[in-house]
């Protein structure tokens, strides 16, 4: 059921053109194995939630708070609008899967290569 809610809340097109919605607020959430690939989650809150194993390859992540974050074996492959400041604003990168160049960023490997 929180799937599902999840799904919806975050599907492409769900949020109207040319206005604003709220942004999506997940702060400090238990999101670990959601599965939401494409998700649109530009200016979503996420700050201290846990994706631990969550697939969220393909997603619109641009201006998501990432502070603080679980990525330990995130799916973020192709994300979209992903930066390595979001990226190193999180904790656990360890077998996060991340878009080029994000991955490939010399702090972004020194955070994965030292076990975070």
Known sequence: MVQEALRALTAPGSRRRGGSWPPVDLTGRHLAKARLPGADLRGALLKGTTLKGAVLCRARLDGADLADADLVR????????????????????????????????????ERVSRGE
């Open 74 to 109: 995130a799916d973020l492959s192709d994300a979209r609008g992903l930066t390595v400041e979001q990226v190193l604003a999180a904790r656990g990168l360890h077998d996060c899967v991340l878009p080029e160049p994000v991955r490939s960023d010399p702090r972004v490997v």
